[in-house]
């Protein structure tokens, strides 16, 4: 069992910054890739980034490449997800998962994440 819980959600300006965590706990950490995803009103929920679990590979959508990054730390349990010069866009719930079975990826299916935390909303004003 992984318990996930995501922090650092706001409201901020457009070209603004925020860095979300997410805070696992269970299983051992790195042992497996972890995931953002993020869904706005009325809208599906779309891959956002991913990191394996050594954290040597990443994966970004293309509407994120060069403004956010993900990050891990293994030692503290919590990956990160810098998101800089931030659109209205953007304005989202974003959810951190975990995929247990894919150490050494950074998948872009929400179908191989197997646990997911709440969300935190993130909301940038024009």
């Known amino acids: 069992q992984v318990q996930l819980v995501e922090s650092g959600g706001g409201l901020v300006q457009a070209g603004g910054s925020l860095r979300l965590s997410c805070a696992a706990s269970?299983?051992?950490?790195?042992?497996?890739?972890m995931g953002w995803f993020r869904q706005a009103p009325g809208k599906e929920r779309e891959f956002v980034a991913a990191?394996?679990?050594?954290?040597?590979?990443?994966n970004y959508a293309d509407s994120v490449k060069g403004r956010f990054t993900i990050s891990r730390d293994n030692a503290k349990i919590t990956v990160y997800l810098q998101m800089n010069s931030l659109k209205p866009e953007d304005t989202a719930v974003y959810y951190c998962?975990?995929?247990?079975?894919?150490?050494?990826?950074?998948?872009?299916?929400?179908?191989?994440?197997?646990?997911w935390g709440q969300g935190t909303q993130v909301t940038v004003s024009s």
């Open positions: 998962a975990a995929d247990t079975t894919g150490w050494d990826r950074a998948t872009v299916w929400d179908r191989e994440y197997d646990y």
């Open positions: 269970g299983r051992t950490f790195s042992g497996y890739a």
């Open positions: 990191i394996s679990g050594s954290g040597g590979t990443t």
